[in-house]
């Protein structure tokens, strides 16, 4: 599978890059890429699990929600709502 890949640029400190320039042994575009990549698993995890939560949260409430009510049936009730819309 063939990737396509986009340049993106950003600043650092003078200082620090005149630092990387010395350390010309280490590839700074796969250091950057590597930290990148870890920083987006790790925000995208969170996310999931603030999703797990919503949806566990909700579905407490659903349980919460649904409740018998005497002398009521979801059936006669869709009939009901059918047979209306038919005049």
Partial sequence: MTFLSVVVSF???KRLK???EKLK???WSEVVR????EVVRREEAKLREKD???????SLKMDELRRRVEGWSSVEE????REGRGR
């Fill in 11 to 13: 600043r650092i400190d």
């Fill in 18 to 20: 005149e630092r990387m």
């Fill in 25 to 27: 042994h280490i590839n």
């Fill in 34 to 37: 590597r930290a990148i990549e």
């Fill in 52 to 58: 797990r939560a919503r949806i566990a949260w909700a």
């Fill in 78 to 81: 869709i009939r009901r709502w």
